[in-house]
């Protein structure tokens, strides 16, 4: 018996990586299926087009972004803010590359968000999906007087505006540091003292 194919999870990452370091538009289904190393007929089989690969890339990202970073920096083996603090520390680390890239999120709303509703409703919902995590963290902290009572949906949105414009500078200037700077201040926003910590200066790949 053969071994199962491998074809739709390199569609993915291949998809994933040059949407993400280019944009939707310059990635041809050419490009997809060459640095996938599968055909054509492969790439229809799993996707019935490039648009429906891309939705599937958000939800792969959304999952990966769950697991690998809001499950564990979400965790509940630290204080409310000291989950908000790491949580901008492994953005920060996440980052740190020789070209920082942004948000895949962000980027693919900013680019299509007026042009594809499906796409757009796509990232809307991750991004709520962000301040699920967030609300909690928040919910918590009033709750044990960290911070003071406070509009949670209004700061969670703050938060994830902040997050966005984080990564937004940080893509401009190529400097993933500004992240762990803005991440420092990210306490402000909820009525908190700010914190003052080094850079872990780690680099984490995808």
């Not at 998809?15 to 370091?21: G, V």
């Not at 992240?179 to 910590?197: D, E, F």
Request: aromatic fraction near 8%; hydrophobic fraction near 40%; include cysteine.
């Amino acid at each position: 018996m053969g071994r199962p194919s491998t074809a739709r999870e390199r569609l993915l990452d291949s998809a994933r990586n040059l949407i993400h370091s280019s944009n939707y538009g310059a990635a041809s289904v050419e490009d997809l299926c060459a640095a996938a190393q599968v055909n054509k007929g492969s790439f229809y089989y799993f996707f019935p087009s490039k648009h429906d690969l891309a939705l599937a890339v958000l939800d792969s990202q959304w999952e990966r972004a769950k697991v690998n970073i809001l499950e564990p920096m979400f965790a509940t083996d630290v204080g409310p803010l000291e989950r908000f603090d790491r949580f901008f520390d492994r953005i920060a680390e996440h980052h740190q590359r020789p070209v920082v890239l942004g948000c895949p999120f962000g980027n693919l709303a900013s680019e299509l968000g007026t042009l594809d509703e499906p796409i757009r409703d796509r990232v809307r919902d991750i991004l709520e999906g962000y301040r699920v995590y967030f609300k909690a963290a928040i919910e918590e902290a009033i709750q044990i007087g960290e911070i003071p009572s406070l509009d949670i949906e209004v700061a969670s949105q703050a938060l994830v505006a902040y997050l966005q414009g984080a990564l937004l500078l940080a893509k401009t200037h190529n400097d993933a540091q500004i992240i762990h700077t803005l991440g420092q201040h990210a306490r402000m926003i909820l009525g908190a003292t700010p914190v003052s910590r080094s850079s872990a200066g780690a680099t984490l790949n995808d």
